[in-house]
């Protein structure tokens, strides 16, 4: 089946730096790659949906300056979170479109930000 | 707009228990539904799904039927195991490209 990727699986960085996570389908190429943000006991948030070659479409109040997505192949997409602060910790997961009605999950990245 | 439902977790059930987990939806459209699982720790991965009325979605001893006039998904199984425990998501998309999720429900299975 389609396997999705991310890395890392958990980072810790202090607060005011920037951290870069990457997210790769391993065996499919991807037009469109979503990124997530999932609060504890939460459901999933959509942050941006990523196309390859063009800007992200971010999701009402989500700060496209502070999440910087780029979308650079068919099978790698990144999420960097600039100037972090540690009310951006939270578990992002990425998920690949594979198909019509057919979305593949990565593992997801714990941040933490102290 | 869309949206999706689900009962208030967590839910605690004794192994081999009947597991009933309901979903409803609104939608402006036809949509697909799905149910997902997130293990401890991981990404979602896709369960069951099913893309017209009367479809029933079936994976690992889970079902889940589209019932169109009661705008529901519920998700059942009939003999529930620890390895079970997992939070599950019920979730929609009219265009198959954008997903709404349910706000999940939480499953703790005793041995």
């Known amino acids: 089946g389609a396997v999705v990727s991310q890395h890392p699986s958990w980072v810790i960085c202090k607060s005011g730096t920037s951290v870069k996570i990457e997210c790769r389908s391993l065996d499919f190429q991807a037009t469109t790659m979503f990124w997530y943000r999932q609060f504890p006991k939460q459901s999933l948030m959509l942050m941006a949906t990523?196309?390859?070659?063009?800007?992200?479409?971010?999701e009402q109040g989500v700060e496209k300056d502070k999440f910087l997505i780029n979308h650079a192949s068919l099978t790698l997409s990144t999420l960097t979170v600039t100037s972090a602060h540690p009310e951006d910790s939270s578990f992002y997961i990425c998920?690949?479109?594979?198909?019509?009605?057919?979305?593949?999950f990565g593992p997801g990245t714990r941040l933490t930000v102290t | 707009g869309n949206s999706v439902t689900q009962m208030e977790g967590p839910v605690t059930l004794s192994e081999e228990a009947f597991l009933t987990i309901n979903c409803t939806y609104t939608?402006?459209?036809?949509?697909?539904l799905f149910w997902y699982v997130q293990y401890p720790g991981e990404g979602l991965q896709l369960l069951l799904k099913a893309t017209k009325a009367d479809d029933k979605g079936s994976n690992k001893g889970f079902e889940a039927t589209y019932r169109k006039e009661t705008t529901s998904f519920h998700l059942e199984k009939g003999s529930v195991q620890v390895s079970d425990s997992a939070v599950y998501f019920c979730?929609?998309?009219?265009?198959?490209?954008?997903?709404?999720f349910g706000p999940g429900t939480r499953l703790s299975v005793l041995p």
């Open positions: 939608a402006t459209g036809y949509p697909s």
């Open positions: 979730a929609l998309s009219i265009d198959g490209q954008n997903f709404v």
């Open positions: 998920s690949a479109a594979g198909g019509i009605y057919e979305q593949y």
């Open positions: 990523s196309n390859e070659g063009s800007k992200a479409t971010y």
